[in-house]
C-alpha cells in the first residue's frame, strides 16, 4: 500500500489494523518491521496520500477500492487441522464490509488464499439486498522478504484475476490503472478469478521444490564426495531450469511457503487428488529432513554428544535482511540442540526479539547477543543459520582464538571460506560438500 501510495499520489491510500499499537507504529519513526528502503517511501507518502488508521468503520465507508490484506493462518483446529487454510478472519473482514459499505466497492484479495475463496467473498456479499454492487478481484502479492521494496519497484509481473462480466472486467481495469503508474504493461498479466488464486500458491510451491530438490541432492553431495554448488551452477545455467533459487541450505523457512504447500495438499485431497498431493507433501517432508539432518550431523561430527557443549547460532531469522523468525530452521535446530543438551548463544543484527519470544519457555540455556564475537567466544562450536552477509566478513582469526578447541563450524548457508576457515584451525562442515576436519 505504501508503493501505491508512493506512487499514485492521485489516490488516497488508508491502512487500517484493530491492533492500535501497530498503527500507532506504522505512524511512528520506529516501523513495526525492517525491510530495507521501506522508511523512505513511508516517509514520502505519509501524511500526502498515505494514512494509518485504527477506524476500519470510516475505512470500509469511504474507500472504493478495499485490499483485503488479513492474516490467513493454517487452521489448528478441526476438519483440515495443520494443512488448510484458517478462514475466520476472512470471513469477518467480509461481513465487516458488508455492515459499513454504503456504495459500491472493488474488493481485492490480497491475502494468499485457498482456491475458490472468492466465491464465499461474493456470497457473504450478496447476502442481503442493499442494491449494492461488489466485485470481487484476486491481486496475490508476489515480494519477497529483504527485497520487498526493490521487488515491488520492478515486478517481474502483477497478476489480477476476475470475473469475465462486464463488472467484472471493469474492476480488473480498475486495478490494471493503478499498477500502470509504474509497472510496464506487458507484466500486468490478466486472467480469470481462479487461475489467480491457484496460481499464487503454486509459485510458493514451485519456488520451494526448488529448494528441496537441491537440498536432497546436498545429502547425496556430502555422501558422494561432490560439491554442492558446482552442480547446481552446473545445473542452473540451463536456461530452462533457471540459476535463482538453487541455494542449499539447512531448510526454507519463512511465513509462506510450509503453509502455502500444505494449502495445496489439502486442496488436492479436497478433490480427490492423492497423488498430486504426495508428490508436494514430499517438498514439506525434504525441508524436514534436512532441518533434521543439519542436527544428526553436529552431533555425529562432535563425537556424538553435545550434552553441554556450548553452540553459537549465527543469525536466527529466516532469510537475510529481515526480522522475521517465522518458520525459521533456527526455531528447529535451536529445540532440537536444546534437547540434546547443548547450551546455546543466539546472534542475529536484527531478529534477537524475534528469537526471543519463539523459545520462550523452551527448556535450556540459552543467551541472546547482539556482537558476534562475543556471542562466539568460549563455544565450542558455530552453526550459520542466516546469510547475513556481515557473518561471511568476520574475523575468524580472532573467533578461533576466543573459541573451546576442537572448534567446528557448521555451515548451514555455504557463505563462509570454508579453505580459510579449515587453515585457521577449523574443522569445517558446509552443506552439500565434503567436510574439512584436522582429524
Ligand atoms: C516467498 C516467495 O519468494 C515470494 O515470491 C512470495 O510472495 C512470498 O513467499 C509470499 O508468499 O509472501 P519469502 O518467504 O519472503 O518469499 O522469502 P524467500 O526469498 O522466498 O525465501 C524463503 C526461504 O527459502 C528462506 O528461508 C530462504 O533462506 C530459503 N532459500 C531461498 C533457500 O534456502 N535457498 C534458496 O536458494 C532460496
Aim: glycine share 6%; proline share 4%.
Amino acid at each position: 500500500m505504501a508503493m501505491i501510495a508512493c506512487k499514485c499520489p492521485q489516490y488516497k491510500v488508508t491502512v487500517v489494523d484493530i491492533n492500535p499499537t501497530r498503527i500507532a507504529q506504522w505512524n511512528s519513526d520506529e516501523l513495526p518491521i525492517y525491510e530495507p528502503g521501506l522508511e523512505e517511501i513511508i516517509k514520502t507518502a505519509r501524511g500526502r496520500n498515505l494514512f494509518f488508521s485504527t477506524e476500519i468503520e470510516k475505512g470500509i465507508k469511504e474507500s472504493e477500492i478495499i485490499f483485503v490484506s488479513i492474516n490467513t493462518p493454517t487452521k489448528t483446529f478441526g476438519a483440515g487441522a495443520g494443512m488448510a487454510a484458517d478462514l475466520q478472519y476472512w470471513e469477518k473482514t467480509a461481513r465487516q464490509i458488508l455492515k459499513y459499505s454504503g456504495s459500491d466497492k472493488i474488493i481485492v484479495e490480497k491475502s494468499t488464499l485457498p482456491v475458490k475463496t472468492a466465491l464465499a467473498m461474493e456470497r457473504i456479499l450478496t447476502s442481503t439486498n442493499n442494491d449494492l454492487c461488489f466485485d470481487v478481484v484476486s491481486n496475490p502479492e508476489f515480494l519477497a522478504e529483504g527485497t520487498a521494496i526493490k521487488d515491488l519497484e520492478d515486478p517481474d509481473r502483477v497478476l489480477i484475476g476476475s470475473r469475465e462480466t462486464p463488472s467484472g472486467l471493469k474492476a480488473r481495469d480498475k486495478l490494471v490503472e493503478i499498477y500502470s503508474n509504474w509497472v510496464p504493461e506487458d507484466r500486468i498479466i490478466t486472467s480469470s478469478i481462479w487461475s489467480s488464486e491457484l496460481s499464487k500458491l503454486v509459485s510458493n510451491a514451485f519456488l520451494a521444490q526448488k529448494i528441496s530438490s537441491i537440498n536432497s541432492i546436498s545429502a547425496l553431495c556430502e555422501k558422494a564426495d561432490a560439491d554442492i554448488t558446482e552442480v547446481s551452477r552446473a545445473v542452473g545455467t540451463d536456461s530452462r531450469l533457471g540459476s535463482k533459487f538453487l541455494n542449499a541450505s539447512v531448510g526454507f523457512g519463512g511465513s509462506c511457503f510450509k503453509k502455502d504447500i500444505l494449502n495445496l495438499v489439502y486442496l488436492c485431497r479436497y478433490y480427490g487428488l492423492k497423488e498430486v498431493a504426495r508428490y508436494w507433501e514430499g517438498v514439506v517432508g525434504i525441508n524436514e529432513y534436512q532441518k533434521e539432518r543439519f542436527v544428526l550431523n553436529m552431533m555425529s561430527s562432535m563425537f556424538n554428544t553435545l550434552a553441554g557443549k556450548k553452540i553459537c547460532l549465527l543469525g536466527f531469522a529466516f532469510k537475510a535482511n529481515t526480522g522475521d523468525t517465522r518458520e525459521s530452521p533456527a526455531i528447529f535446530i535451536s529445540k532440537r540442540l536444546l534437547e540434546e543438551m547443548a547450551e546455546l548463544v543466539i546472534t542475529d543484527p536484527k531478529a534477537l526479539e524475534n528469537a526471543k519470544t519463539d523459545l520462550d519457555g523452551v527448556d535450556g540455556k540459552v543467551s541472546y547477543i547482539e556482537d558476534p564475537y562475543e556471542a562466539s567466544a568460549g563455544c565450542d562450536a558455530i552453526a550459520v543459520m542466516t546469510e547475513w552477509d556481515i557473518f561471511a566478513h568476520l574475523d575468524f582469526e580472532k573467533i578461533y582464538r576466543s573459541m573451546v578447541k576442537p572448534a567446528f563450524i557448521f555451515d548451514g548457508r555455504n557463505i563462509l571460506d570454508r579453505k580459510k576457515l579449515f587453515e585457521i584451525g577449523f574443522n569445517v562442515f558446509p552443506i552439500g560438500k565434503p567436510p574439512l576436519t584436522h582429524f
